[in-house]
């Protein structure tokens, strides 16, 4: 759908010069001389390329909408993750480079978002947080204040990740997925 570029906002995607962009940052501009403008931060929705761009305030830029299914993740084949969709029944093979990194934090039965364009999968998020178990946790070392000192642990998935001193191995923790930190110690 063609919509005018000073309709953009944060969070659009954009179909540009031939691949979909997610819109990361926009500001718009009137120079004294010239035409308004609006010059947007993009970044490349199935790879890490970003992009700053210009777009005249006159300017008809192609928005795209995508469908959005909650899917239950069944399993992993090599690079490849497996999903039943909850409607339909109808699983779906999801190569794992739109998983990201945060695929390391699948659990079986987790509920997935997955994004299609044009009845392909594009994109798939995780919830915002996890809860995981601690494995192996480093001893803390004393003198260490509470307040800014972290130690290194592992969680059952394998990643390492920075604890607070109190928490010990088999302690259940919250973990953000989008960037495998540590949020807090997970209520019982």
């Not at 390329?49 to 084949?77: G, I, M, P």
């Not at 480093?138 to 109190?166: F, W």
Request: proline share 4%.
């Amino acid at each position: 759908m063609k919509v005018n570029a000073n309709t953009l906002r944060v969070g659009n995607i954009i179909d540009h010069k031939g691949r979909l962009w997610v819109i990361v940052k926009t500001q718009h501009t009137q120079p004294g001389k010239g035409g308004a403008f609006l010059q947007v931060e993009l970044k490349e929705l199935q790879g890490e390329t970003k992009t700053n761009d210009r777009f005249r305030s006159t300017e008809d830029v192609e928005r795209v909408y995508l469908e959005e299914h909650a899917q239950q993740f069944l399993f992993q084949e090599g690079d490849d993750y497996t999903f039943m969709d909850q409607e339909t029944y109808e699983q779906v093979t999801i190569p794992g480079k739109l998983m990201g990194e945060s695929a390391q934090f699948l659990q079986d039965g987790m509920m997935v978002s997955v994004c299609y364009h044009e009845g392909k999968p594009i994109t798939a998020s995780l919830p915002e947080t996890v809860v995981m178990t601690i494995v192996e946790a480093d001893a803390v070392i004393k003198g260490q204040t509470a307040s800014s000192s972290y130690k290194p642990a592992m969680l059952e998935n394998g990643c390492r990740v920075l604890v607070p001193p109190h928490i010990e191995s088999g302690t259940r923790v919250v973990i953000n997925t989008a960037d495998g930190s540590y949020v807090e110690k997970a209520k019982d």
